[in-house]
């Protein structure tokens, strides 16, 4: 079964649900107030699928994010006449 993400606009909180992916979702009571003022977040769900929040996608390489940091070692360069 998927996990699916609610916000309520009642209380302003959101919840993770799981469920058959033929459930009602318009229906969907919030876990917190019972409210059925509820939206599916589909786009944060999307993310997270990737295994990543959103957050850390956008973020930009670093280093540590190679498992092998000693490419980036070049050896200096040498004046054309020593090869
Ligand atoms: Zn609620």
Excluded: W
Excluded at 23 to 33: M, R, Y
Excluded at 51 to 73: E, R, V
Aim: negative net charge.
């Amino acid at each position: 079964m998927p996990l699916y993400e609610y916000f309520c606009e009642d209380c302003q909180k959101e919840f993770t649900l799981l469920q058959t992916t033929d459930v009602n979702k318009e229906g969907t009571e919030c876990s917190e107030c019972g409210s059925n003022n509820t939206r599916h977040q589909f786009s944060s769900f999307a993310a997270k699928i990737q295994g990543k929040p959103l957050a850390d996608l956008q973020k930009p390489a670093t280093l540590d994010d190679f498992p092998n940091k000693d490419i980036f070692k070049i050896p200096p360069a040498r004046h054309i006449s020593e090869l």
